[in-house]
């Protein structure tokens, strides 16, 4: 009878947490919508590389409030559901606020009984843009930067036992101001999406002790089969030392469960180096796993400790027998191709509504041949960068773009060649390409100099691009750094590359995706242009890519985010024609290989909203063309260098 009970008074809650919450709108949405519950929304520990036991999720129903900007409290209007953003469907809202206006959150919770540590930092893994944060009526800081996780110690604010108190204010001004945004815009059109406004990635609790560790950073070299790993903590005192265990690993190894079994162990101080037996090498064909302990010893005990993961794996600039310089991962060259993945999800918006979904794309960017991902000014959730370390996918990692105001300068002097139906032809001659070797030329996709972007932005941009780059740079996966794409609020570009390089020297920086062309200290040149592939301009002296090409559009009926208007490059009506002329640009891909490309960009993986131009419908439930064939093609490409 009390089983009976239990259960009762549980379904009771459920239909109560579902009565207070449902998606909104009449847009598409993803199967995996159907998943979310709004009691367990993405459950999952938000950080694999640095796991501990005691963690608290705090996702789940908040109450909401939209006030003007400048209110210093705010009354409940309703609940939404934490991490989608306030417009997106799964958050129960679908409101936007305005640049004038901000969004607030406020719940409750009670802290586990079991927390073995005696601090608790609060983590969001991403709020945008400005978030500030009080517990239990007290201020405990604010952030700003909408792609970047942070954390607060809010210990001195929590009571001894019972209900605790959350709030945060979050204001975001979109495309009014020069803040990194992405492709948001307050009016959505063409290649500009729906703003994304407040919590849009997991917010959760961590006990850890006073002395904790902060991060670790490790640096691999392949031919020594050594590990270079530096450790940052909180609170260390005299004679505390570094413990570092590789556990063995393996495709697909999980650090949630690690390995017992301990391959070698290193304990000093400052930057402790490890040798790994027999050393087993990462790659896109081998993802190879390593399990990582890292611990703080005092006097020969334990007082902190995370389970991680690593590898061994190099990306380097390299020149082959042809004359041309191309990439290499753990020195041998390899012709890197993949999709412009924007990242975005018709009912999440930035969020995807499960982990299984995120996962989704990754598999599917893999089974359609594919060895790269280039992640289109946008971040992701700790966990995506990790599922592409378990799946051997290659990341290139843009910034979060500064937009001018309203995006007024992002196509400029751009080069459209628009061919419809079987209209397709390559334009590109030997000739043209002999004439552009050796010389740079402002005959660029975009054109123009750098922006005059205002001091106190150009703070905001190394800011978040610093927190950025030290929160994803432990990841394998990322083998190159884009700090700017197409002249968007570019600025000071060979300061922003010194700067990149600063913080991380072991990536390829691709300094201004299809931007400005200006000889610096970048190693990658690269040129955009739709649909066709072409190379307009060359550089002996630079790794050349084409960042950029394809879209080629079919609107597919039934899965559209608005059935009377959609866009792409060029369209057509049938998988089968896509298809040809995928097939075609694909041919005219390999010739330019010859011609010194080292690597492609196909826009793009999936439809976002009102652009069609994607492998995938924008809900996912439509892959538009034979995957058997796709295959072949982008392996043919891959192959061809």
């Known amino acids: 009878m009390k089983k009976i009970s239990v259960v009762i008074f549980l379904t009771i809650l459920s239909l109560t947490a579902y009565a207070q919450w449902k998606p909104v709108g009449d847009n598409i949405m993803t199967s995996w919508a159907e998943q979310v519950n709004p009691e367990n929304v993405l459950p ?100 700003r930067g909408g792609f970047d996780p942070f954390h607060l110690d809010v210990t001195p604010y929590l009571k001894k036992s019972g209900v605790q108190s959350l709030t945060v204010k979050v204001w975001d001004g979109t495309d009014s101001s020069w803040l990194p945004r992405g492709k948001q815009v307050e009016k959505p059109a063409y290649i500009w999406y729906t703003p994304v406004t407040g919590i849009w990635q997991t917010v959760w609790l961590e006990a850890v002790p006073q002395t904790h560790i902060d991060s670790y950073y490790v640096v691999s070299d392949i031919a020594s089969g050594e590990l270079s790993v530096e450790v940052e903590a909180s609170a260390l005192k005299m004679g505390d030392e570094f413990k570092v265990e590789v556990l063995e690993g393996g495709v697909g190894y999980n650090p949630a469960k690690p390995s017992k079994n301990v391959l070698a162990t290193v304990q000093g101080t400052g930057k402790v180096k490890v040798q790994v037996p027999d050393a087993q ?25 995370v389970d991680g993961y690593t590898s061994l794996r190099k990306i380097s600039k390299v020149k082959t027998a042809d004359g041309y310089h191309r990439m290499a991962l753990n020195d041998e060259p390899l012709f890197q191709f993949g999709p412009l993945d924007q990242g975005w999800w018709p009912d999440g918006l930035y969020t995807a509504p499960t982990e299984e979904a995120m996962v989704w794309d990754i598999v599917k960017t893999k089974d359609f041949g594919f060895n790269m991902i280039r992640k289109h000014i946008k971040t992701e959730p700790a ?70 972007v205002p001091q106190e932005w150009k703070e905001n941009y190394y800011r978040e691009w610093t927190n950025i780059i030290n929160a994803l740079k432990g990841f394998q996966c990322i083998v190159v750094w884009v700090p700017f794409n197409e002249a968007w609020g570019q600025f000071d570009t060979e ?36 649909p066709h592939p072409e190379m307009y301009l060359y550089d002996p002296d630079y790794i050349n890519v084409l960042g950029e090409y394809g879209g080629i559009g079919w609107p597919v009926e039934g899965h559209l985010w608005q059935p009377d208007r959609n866009w792409g490059y060029i369209q057509f009506k049938s998988a089968d024609e896509v298809l040809d002329v995928y097939e075609k640009y694909a041919d005219m891909l390999i010739e330019l290989i010859d011609d010194g490309f080292a690597a492609a960009i196909y826009t793009q993986t999936t439809d976002v909203e009102i652009e069609v131009n994607g492998l995938m419908t924008y809900d996912r439930k439509v892959v538009k063309l034979d995957m058997e064939r796709l295959n072949a093609i982008n392996r043919r490409v891959i192959d061809s260098m």
């Open 495 to 530: 300061a922003v590359v010194q700067f990149t390089r600063a913080q991380d020297p072991t990536r390829l920086i691709n300094y201004a995706s299809g931007g400005n062309f200006e000889k610096c200290s970048g190693d990658i040149l690269d040129l955009h242009n739709f």
């Open 383 to 452: 966990s995506w960068y990790y599922w592409c370390d378990v799946y051997g996918m290659l990341v290139w990692q843009d910034m979060p773009c500064i937009a001018d105001h309203h995006g007024t300068r992002s196509h400029q002097g751009r080069r459209f060649r628009n061919f419809g139906g079987d209209r397709w032809f390559d334009n590109r001659s030997d000739e043209l390409v002999k004439a552009q070797t050796n010389e740079w030329s402002r005959d660029s996709f975009v054109g123009g100099t750098d922006c005059d």
């Open 281 to 305: 090498l990462w790659s896109t064909e081998n993802p190879y796993l390593y399990g990582l302990k890292v611990s703080v010893v005092r006097d020969g005990k334990v007082v902190d400790s």
């Open 44 to 143: 999952e520990y938000p950080r694999p590389q640095m796991v501990r036991a005691d963690w608290m999720n705090l996702n789940g129903l908040w109450n909401y409030g939209i006030t003007e900007a400048s209110a210093e409290s705010f009354n409940a209007e309703g609940k939404i559901l934490v991490p989608f953003a306030v417009e997106s469907s799964l958050s129960g809202v679908g409101r936007n606020v305005g640049k004038d206006n901000a969004l607030w959150y406020e719940r409750e919770f009670t802290l586990p009984k079991n927390g073995k540590g005696s601090n608790v930092l609060l983590h969001f893994g991403a709020v945008d843009w400005m978030a500030q944060v009080w517990v239990n009526g007290l201020y405990v800081g604010e952030h």
